[in-house]
């Protein structure tokens, strides 16, 4: 009989099995921009296993709640080969192909820049990390940039280098023809000349070049003191420190950028030993302990700084879908702005740039100077942008 007790079971069965089907988990597009090839591989890896690893985290929890509905974040990754055009057919898939609103990475200014020529004008949100004042900027209100720049860490850099090597007096860059260089190499020279040093020596090269021996071999008739490989890809850090060893150069040779330390290490061998550099993450801080566990959970070697790097952009991300209670861009754009002093793997957040740039849209966290001794990674310096 219609209207029955039969009915009214069958309804009830409906309606728990739609609260059921709302229950489950619904999929959540993360799009990731990363070097997967290239000069800046050792980077892109990274970029994919910070954001594999706070995906995980977040499932292990189950899943990610944002206002009544539960997600499961999805990772779709694309590889930039760390040029521009790599990064601007990369964003476009991501958005016309994946329909993403969500972009972490890339690392690297050109393909940032690819990725953001995309992205601006569809009001896609991207955590990324490149050293060109152009990435942040007022009105370019949905870039996030997760790590320093040359602006943030070259004057501490300098200041600690002119306490560190008193008598030095002359320094030596050797940088990119691109964004990069062209960009942050006059930060880098401004620091040094405020702590008294003379740069005797600064020219670039092409990306993809490997025998620097022309290059290093001028640089050292000006009697440089120190050399710095200022923002170089880890491969090419890597061999202009084992090149400058092997053609006799004596003095320090320090990397205000980058930091892609363990990369550098392996291609110059022994040569590294007595090489300073920029670092971001220390893996034996306290602070680092349950994400080291679990990256050495998963994965072989040695831990990237990138890779914290991107796991805490994820993770930040995350934070501010919970706190809008919503996917909509605008509202987690909001909150992003607002997560000042929540704690994150780096300490709590505090973002800055306004003067600079424009807007408050660059993360600032302390760092280190780390020294390359037989083969090992000690951070020797914490300092504060």
Same mark, same amino acid.
């Not at 914290?308 to 509202?331: C, G, H, K, Q, W």
């Given at each position: 009989?219609?209207?029955?007790?039969?009915?009214?079971?069958?309804?009830?069965?409906?309606a728990?099995?739609?609260?059921?089907?709302?229950?489950h988990? *619904?999929?959540?597009?993360? #799009?990731?921009?990363?070097?997967?090839?290239?000069?800046?591989?050792?980077?892109?890896?990274?970029?994919? $296993?910070? %954001?594999?690893?706070a995906?995980a985290? %977040?499932?292990?929890?189950?899943?990610?709640?944002?206002?009544?509905?539960?997600?499961?974040?999805?990772?779709?990754?694309? &590889?930039?080969?760390?040029?521009?055009?790599?990064g601007?057919?990369?964003?476009?898939?991501?958005?016309?192909?994946?329909?993403?609103?969500y972009?972490?990475?890339?690392?690297?200014?050109?393909?940032v820049?690819?990725?953001?020529?995309?992205?601006?004008?569809?009001?896609?949100?991207?955590?990324?990390?490149?050293?060109?004042?152009?990435?942040l900027? /007022?009105?370019? /209100?949905?870039?996030?940039?997760?790590?320093?720049?040359?602006?943030?860490?070259a /004057?501490?850099?300098?200041?600690? !280098?002119? !306490?560190?090597? /008193? +008598?030095a007096?002359?320094?030596?860059?050797?940088?990119p023809?691109?964004?990069?260089?062209q960009? %942050?190499?006059?930060?880098?020279?401004?620091?040094? =000349?405020?702590?008294?040093?003379?740069?005797?020596?600064?020219?670039?090269?092409?990306?993809?070049?490997?025998?620097?021996?022309?290059?290093?071999?001028?640089?050292?008739?000006?009697?440089?003191?120190?050399? &710095?490989?200022?923002s170089?890809?880890?491969?090419?850090t #890597?061999?202009?420190?084992?090149?400058?060893r092997?053609?006799?150069?004596?003095?320090?040779?320090? +990397?205000?950028? #980058?930091?892609?330390?363990? !990369?550098?290490?392996?291609?110059?061998?022994?040569?590294?030993?007595?090489?300073?550099?920029?670092d971001?993450?220390?893996?034996a801080?306290?602070?680092? *302990?349950?994400? %080291?566990?679990?990256?050495?959970? =998963?994965?072989?070697?040695?831990?990237?700084?990138?890779?914290?790097?991107?796991?805490?952009?994820?993770?930040?991300?995350?934070? *501010?879908?919970r $706190?809008?209670?919503?996917? !909509?861009?605008? *509202?987690? +754009?909001?909150?992003?702005?607002k997560?000042?002093?929540?704690?994150?793997?780096?300490?709590?957040?505090r973002?800055?740039?306004?003067?600079?740039?424009?807007?408050?849209h660059?993360?600032?966290t302390?760092?280190?100077?780390?020294?390359?001794?037989?083969?090992?990674?000690?951070?020797?310096? $914490?300092?504060?942008?």
């Amino acid at each position: 009989m219609r209207g029955g007790w039969k009915g009214k079971i069958a309804g009830a069965m409906m309606a728990l099995v739609a609260v059921t089907a709302a229950a489950h988990a *619904a999929d959540l597009k993360i #799009g990731v921009v990363g070097s997967l090839s290239g000069g800046g591989t050792a980077w892109g890896v990274a970029t994919q $296993r910070g %954001v594999e690893l706070a995906i995980a985290e %977040v499932m292990g929890a189950g899943g990610l709640k944002v206002g009544k509905q539960t997600y499961t974040p999805k990772m779709i990754m694309y &590889d930039d080969q760390y040029t521009s055009q790599g990064g601007t057919t990369a964003a476009t898939r991501l958005l016309n192909v994946d329909e993403v609103k969500y972009i972490i990475g890339p690392i690297g200014s050109p393909a940032v820049l690819g990725v953001l020529g995309v992205t601006r004008p569809r009001h896609v949100i991207v955590l990324s990390d490149g050293f060109s004042p152009k990435i942040l900027a /007022p009105d370019s /209100p949905y870039n996030f940039r997760v790590s320093l720049t040359t602006t943030e860490f070259a /004057p501490p850099i300098a200041k600690w !280098e002119r !306490e560190k090597f /008193p +008598q030095a007096k002359r320094i030596g860059i050797i940088s990119p023809n691109d964004a990069v260089g062209q960009s %942050v190499v006059p930060i880098l020279v401004d620091s040094y =000349k405020k702590q008294g040093f003379e740069i005797a020596f600064d020219e670039k090269y092409e990306r993809g070049m490997m025998d620097f021996t022309p290059l290093i071999t001028r640089m050292m008739a000006k009697g440089v003191d120190i050399f &710095d490989l200022d923002s170089n890809a880890p491969g090419e850090t #890597g061999l202009l420190l084992k090149q400058a060893r092997q053609l006799g150069f004596k003095g320090t040779i320090i +990397q205000t950028g #980058g930091p892609g330390l363990d !990369e550098a290490v392996k291609v110059a061998g022994p040569l590294a030993n007595g090489y300073f550099s920029y670092d971001i993450f220390d893996p034996a801080a306290p602070s680092a *302990a349950q994400f %080291v566990k679990a990256y050495r959970a =998963k994965y072989q070697g040695p831990i990237d700084a990138y890779a914290p790097i991107m796991y805490n952009a994820t993770m930040l991300l995350f934070e *501010a879908m919970r $706190r809008a209670s919503s996917l !909509e861009v605008d *509202a987690v +754009q909001a909150q992003l702005e607002k997560l000042e002093g929540y704690n994150t793997l780096f300490g709590p957040v505090r973002w800055g740039g306004k003067e600079t740039y424009g807007i408050n849209h660059q993360l600032l966290t302390e760092f280190y100077v780390t020294e390359v001794k037989d083969g090992s990674l000690h951070p020797i310096a $914490r300092l504060k942008p």
